[in-house]
């Protein structure tokens, strides 16, 4: 116990892989998450990657990965070395739940993958309509998820609710993994 020593080139920080369908809003929490703004993003081809800095002693690499359909067969490219998959989802979406929920099941069926906990964040809350965590929770199937660690928070990365405090969790479901 005690002091944690300074951060060194010997260890990086966590590697954080950011998935989930197309226009669910991974490169807007990401450039959120960054700069503090939003900014004007466009389909990700191949990925975005930054380090947040969550406090003095705790930083991640997040790695936001393009959804599109035709870009996720590369997803297992980014899997290696990953010690927690934040999944992305539209909460004002519930017709692309059972494709979210196929896609969230395949990579979490990877080898890479065995062990990691898993953050499901709930974006656009802020939209009229959206579904509770509760509903998104089912949707995805979360509670089959028994031999994993796993959290679901909802956020918006428009507005920048709830993105510091998932993160946050985020750390610490590393640190407890």
Request: with cysteine.
């Amino acid at each position: 116990m005690g002091q944690s020593l300074p951060r060194s080139s010997t260890h990086p920080p966590p590697q954080v892989i950011l998935m989930g369908l197309d226009s669910a809003g991974k490169s807007t929490l990401l450039a959120r998450l960054l700069t503090g703004e939003v900014m004007d993003t466009s389909p990700t081809v191949g990925f975005n990657v930054g380090t947040l800095d969550l406090d003095k002693k705790t930083s991640l690499t997040l790695w936001d990965v393009g959804g599109q359909n035709n870009m996720r067969p590369n997803w297992r490219y980014y899997l290696e070395g990953c010690k927690a998959v934040v999944f992305v989802v539209d909460s004002s979406e519930p017709a692309r739940m059972p494709e979210a929920q196929k896609a969230l099941k395949k990579v979490l069926g990877d080898e890479n993958l065995r062990g990691i906990p898993l953050m499901v964040l709930a974006n656009k809350k802020d939209l009229p309509n959206s579904m509770t965590i509760r509903e998104v929770s089912k949707h995805l199937d979360l509670p089959s998820y028994k031999e994993r660690a796993w959290e679901i928070q909802a956020c918006s990365a428009l507005k920048g609710l709830g993105l510091q405090q998932a993160f946050l969790s985020v750390a610490k479901l590393i640190k407890r993994s």
